[in-house]
């Protein structure tokens, strides 16, 4: 599905389907934390931003290697050339929020394809903990980096590494050229609302 061709007379009717999509993505969000609930960390409600983006809408993407829980290392610019990229910062893993937030994104997938879009998930938690977390989330579609050693270097790359050492809630999405076209930084303690990854796969489109 490509946004790009609706006209403005079928806003309303693919609103409604958003509006669907949305409660759904809700639901299941809902229905995967409850399987680790007793397992979660509660948090205290943090500062919202507690950090100074390095990087604009139209500046070409840091680049970098990060190793993944399957396995392998990924680096940003192999995807230059073929592949849109949205990066999805998240705090920590065991924490109510990012274990709301990236179970939802499975039930987006065919979205993601349609805009030619790899999530990258990134948080500054080690492999061994994030291989835990995924398992008990019962695993996700796209790829989840450790940003540990050294410790948040590619999120204060991008200006997103809070005080305490864990990244901030953001989104960035980069076209196929390794440009920056769309950033979220959203409040820490809540999750980016659908309408804004709905913002940054359109900002790829036009």
């Known amino acids: 599905m490509n946004l790009a061709h609706f006209s403005v007379a079928t806003l309303k009717t693919v609103l409604l389907v958003w509006l669907f999509v949305l409660a759904l993505l809700a639901g299941t969000a809902i229905a995967e934390v ?36 399957h396995g392998e290392t990924i680096t940003l610019s192999d995807y ?23 179970p939802g994104y499975n039930i987006l997938q065919d979205i ?12 500054a938690d080690n492999i061994p903990s994030l291989h835990s977390w995924i398992q008990a989330m019962d695993g996700l579609w796209f790829p989840v980096l450790s940003d540990f050693w050294p410790h948040g270097k590619t999120a204060d790359a ?32 809540i999750r980016p609302p659908l309408e804004i990854v709905m913002q940054g796969l359109q900002s790829l489109a036009d």
């Open 34 to 69: 409850s399987k680790i609930e007793g397992q979660i960390f509660q948090v205290q409600k943090l500062k919202p931003i507690d950090s100074e983006l390095n990087v604009q809408v139209g500046d070409p993407a840091p680049d970098f290697s990060l190793p993944a829980v």
């Open 80 to 102: 230059r050339g073929h592949k849109n990229v949205m990066l999805s910062f998240v705090p920590a893993a065991w924490t109510p929020v990012c274990s709301d937030q990236w």
């Open 112 to 123: 993601f394809d349609s805009h030619d879009t790899i999530i990258l998930g990134i948080t």
């Open 158 to 189: 991008f200006g997103l590494l809070r005080g305490d050492g864990t990244t901030e809630r953001a989104l960035v999405f980069i076209d196929k050229q390794g440009v920056i076209r769309f950033l979220h930084v959203e409040d820490i303690n």
